[in-house]
């Protein structure tokens, strides 16, 4: 594969408030390139492309490419640098404003990829999956930490409500880490790459979605209380019994599967 390493430009720099940090290490590029394995033909959509550390190379192997970027003093370097690849098609905007669903104007479904920031990275997945029926794959890079509780097994320190309510739209897989020096300048934290696929069907039924999110943000509110205790007025006995679950099980024990059937419960009625 060509190897493609943005040369530093005097008139940018990372910017605080955008989160930016710039991918420079063609190892980690290879890797993440080889993780995407984009195809001519791929709808593509790069958040986030900075300098074109991965903008050149998916190019180079897409032929068209998609990029959301906010900052606009780059984007004139990034053109310019891709022209020679292929049809590079700038959304100058914030990611978390973009319409997905609108952007899918045809058969093909979308694949998304990025460094996204790290200081919006929560609600910008949520903000991409109000979109998951018209994604095929999501291929992201994020700190370490966010990642280890996106992917986390029930019954770990990791597993909390990030991982049950992205298990309700996607897989998610993490594939491998990327420490600080890969990045100009390096940030605070460890990073890592990680796969969503969303689900082509609801694994588990959910009747009320702002339901299971409130019996959720409940549970693990107060992680350490038994289930009776952090879900008293959300989920009655009457709700335990009829689903077999011990309220006096702690929520970390719980799959999200076990969360969407208590859900699905009748809400306590009030005094």
């Known amino acids: 594969m060509t190897q493609y390493s943005p040369a530093p430009d005097s008139r940018i720099r990372a910017r605080k408030r955008f989160g930016q940090h710039f991918l420079h290490d063609q190892g980690v590029i290879s890797d993440i390139i080889s993780a995407i394995d984009p195809q001519v033909g791929d709808r593509l959509i790069e958040i986030g492309p900075g300098l074109g550390a991965l903008t050149l190379p998916l190019l180079t192997r897409c032929q068209t490419l998609e990029v959301v970027e906010l900052d606009r003093d780059v984007i004139p370097i990034l053109e310019a640098r891709a022209a020679p690849l292929g049809k590079l098609t700038v959304h100058a905007a914030d990611v978390l404003k973009v319409d997905f669903k609108s952007l899918s104007m045809d058969s093909r479904q979308l694949r998304l990829c990025g460094n996204l920031p790290y200081n919006i990275s929560t609600p910008l997945l949520f903000h991409v999956l ?83 999110a409130q019996v959720v943000a409940a549970a693990f509110g107060q992680r350490r209380k038994t289930l009776r205790n952090s879900l008293r007025g959300v989920v009655d006995n009457a709700g335990f019994e009829a689903t077999l679950i011990d309220p006096s099980r702690r929520a970390e024990t719980l799959s999200p599967a076990d969360f969407a059937r208590l859900s699905n419960t009748k809400p306590p009625e009030l005094p």
Request: proline letters at 10%; charged letters at 20%; one cysteine or more.
């Open 130 to 212: 109000s979109a998951a029926a018209f994604i095929k794959d999501m291929h992201f890079m994020l700190q370490k930490e966010v990642v280890m509780r996106m992917a986390a097994s029930p019954d770990t320190s990791d597993y909390g409500r990030l991982t049950v309510m992205l298990a309700v739209h996607c897989h998610v897989e993490h594939l491998f880490n990327v420490g600080p020096e890969a990045f100009r300048p390096p940030p605070k934290v460890n990073s890592s790459v990680v796969r969503l696929l969303p689900h082509a069907a609801p694994p588990f039924q959910i009747d009320d979605t702002a339901r299971f």
